[in-house]
């Protein structure tokens, strides 16, 4: 038996006992393409731009949820045609959707390459993400964004925290097992930008 494998890329949102999450809008910085359910991080400009891979101690605002105009009324330029990918093309100018409730939390993949996360026990360590080959899917919009297994450890540097394993269901009817690849689990952002946190500041723009 084995975990389905691809079936939860990017870092997913759970929704709260009232069926929702948090979500604020800030104007995207251009300089990349943005997908769903990617990590990013608010730069020194007031813009949300994608985070970077494997930077201690570095906090993000949350992950991209969706896209809106300049306007807030509709699709940006770049997605309203059934032949556009759902995700933000670069040098579009827009606003992102964000998850970024401090206490939100998230569902996310672990990756595999010869580490695992291993055991239930792993929760309360920290860890990073990473991509499955590139950053996201162009056809479906989706972030390749996956918890890197090799960065697990018991410190307060990753980007994210592990919770506790996700209860659901493999294809072939057995449960999400961490004892091997592919483990859900469930996830919270270590360190927050809207938060204090030690350390912290705005990234800065990239020129």
């Known amino acids: 038996m084995a975990n389905d494998q691809s079936s939860h890329l990017g870092i997913r949102p759970l929704r709260n006992r009232f069926g929702f999450y948090q979500v604020n809008y800030y104007r995207a910085n251009t300089g990349k393409d943005i997908f769903l359910y990617q990590p990013v991080v608010r730069n ?8 970077a891979v494997g930077v201690d101690a570095s906090g993000i605002l949350g992950v991209a949820v969706g896209f809106l105009d300049t306007n807030k009324a509709s699709l940006p330029s770049g997605m309203t045609a059934l032949d556009q990918g759902a995700y933000l093309p670069s040098s579009t ?7 970024d409730d401090p206490n939100q939390l998230f569902v996310a993949e672990a990756d595999t390459g010869g580490t695992q996360i291993g055991t239930a026990l792993s929760a309360g360590q920290t860890i990073h993400f990473t991509y499955l080959a590139t950053t996201g899917n162009t056809t479906t919009g989706i972030a390749n964004a996956l918890l890197d297994a090799s ?3 018991a410190d307060t540097g990753g980007i994210f925290t592990l919770i506790d394993p996700w209860d659901i269901v493999n294809q072939d009817g057995t449960t999400n097992d961490v004892t091997v690849n592919f483990a859900k689990w469930v996830v919270k952002i270590n360190a927050h930008q809207n938060t204090q946190i030690s350390g912290y500041k705005l990234v800065d723009r990239p020129s």
């Open 44 to 51: 020194n400009s007031g813009q949300v731009q994608v985070a």
């Open 93 to 99: 100018d827009a606003y992102v959707a964000v998850a």
């Open 151 to 153: 960065t697990l450890a």
